[in-house]
C-alpha cells in the first residue's frame, strides 16, 4: 500500500475508532463485581458486572490465558460470516483489527508467521501500536518503534489503537472525550498472561464506556495481579462481539456488523 492510500486508510481507521456515540457522563463507570470461572488449566474467564450510578453499567469478558498454552491466531472473514459460525474448532473467537467501509484492513495484521497485511507507518489513532507474540513473550511496540522489523518468527502480530494502557500499566489516555461504545481490547495482565476481551454497555452498542473509563476498569484494584500491564485497542462500537465455546461457561455476545478479521483461541494441551 502507498503513503497516500496508507493516508485514507488511517483516516478511515480513526474515523471508525470515534464511532461511539458521544455523551455527557455524569455518572462515573464503577466495577461492582468480579467472578472468575477456570476454562483450561491455563485459560481463566473473568466476568465484570459494572455500574454507572445506581444504574447498570455493562459487563466485560476478558479471556486471560498463558502464551505457551494457548495457539493464538488472525483468520480473514471474506464470507463476511457471523463470529458464532466462524472457527468451530476454536475455543474463543472475537473481532480483530480496524477495517474501512471499503471492507479492507488498516494496519498489520500476522498469524503464525504469515502476514495478511503489511505494517501501516501512517495509520492514525487507530494504528498507534502493534502488539507481537514471539518465543512466548506478548509485548506492546509504539508505531514509530516498529522500524524495519518484519514479523517472520511472529506467532501474532496485530497493529490497532489507541493504545489504552502503556507497558507498566501507565496510563495511554488523559481524559474522556464523551464517546461511548462497546469496547475489545487486547493486552497483558501484570502476572504476564495474554487477555482478550470485550466490555458492553447495557442498552445497545453505543452504550459502553469510553476509552479513559475503560482504562479505568482494566487497571482496578479489585482484578489484583489480573490488571493490564498494557492494552491495545480493537476495532469497537457495532463490531464488538465473543464467542467461547466452553460447555459450562459459554459467552454468546454477537457482533452487530460484519467483521473483517478475527482473533481465534485454541488450547494447544
Given amino acids: 500500500m502507498n503513503a497516500e492510500l496508507g493516508n485514507v486508510a488511517a483516516a478511515i481507521a480513526f474515523a471508525a475508532l470515534a464511532c461511539g456515540c458521544r455523551n455527557d457522563v455524569t455518572s462515573r463507570l464503577t466495577l461492582r463485581e468480579v467472578s472468575r470461572q477456570s476454562l483450561t488449566e491455563e485459560i481463566e474467564l473473568v466476568q465484570l458486572l459494572l455500574a454507572r450510578g445506581t444504574e447498570p453499567g455493562g459487563r466485560a469478558y476478558l479471556v486471560y490465558a498463558e502464551p505457551e498454552g ?7 472473514n471474506s464470507a463476511r460470516s457471523p463470529l458464532a459460525k466462524l472457527a468451530s474448532d476454536a475455543l474463543l473467537t472475537m473481532n480483530g483489527a480496524f477495517f474501512t467501509p471499503g471492507y479492507t484492513p488498516t494496519g498489520l495484521l500476522v498469524s503464525n508467521g504469515r ?10 489513532g487507530a494504528g498507534s501500536g502493534v502488539v507481537v507474540l514471539e518465543d512466548d513473550v506478548f509485548e506492546l511496540l509504539e508505531r514509530d518503534a516498529v522500524g524495519r522489523r518484519d514479523f517472520k ?27 461511548r461504545a462497546h469496547r475489545s481490547i487486547i493486552g497483558r495482565a501484570r502476572d504476564g498472561r495474554l487477555v482478550l476481551g470485550v466490555v458492553l ?17 482494566l487497571i482496578h484494584e479489585s482484578l489484583g495481579t489480573s490488571r493490564l500491564d498494557f492494552a491495545l485497542n480493537l476495532d469497537g462500537g457495532p463490531s464488538t462481539g465473543m464467542y467461547l465455546r466452553h460447555p459450562e461457561h459459554r459467552v454468546n455476545e454477537p457482533e452487530s456488523a460484519a467483521i473483517y478479521s478475527y482473533i481465534v483461541m485454541r488450547p494447544v494441551r
Avoid: C, M, N, T
Fill in 70 to 76: 494457548v495457539e493464538l491466531g488472525i483468520e480473514l
Fill in 115 to 124: 502476514q495478511l497485511h503489511p505494517f501501516i507507518k501512517e495509520a492514525g
Fill in 201 to 217: 454497555g447495557p442498552s445497545g452498542w453505543g452504550s459502553g464506556p469510553s476509552l479513559y473509563e475503560l482504562q479505568h476498569v
Fill in 153 to 179: 518468527s511472529s506467532r501474532f502480530a496485530l497493529q490497532a489503537g489507541p493504545r489504552i494502557i502503556e507497558p507498566g500499566g501507565a496510563p495511554g489516555i488523559r481524559k474522556s472525550d464523551g464517546a
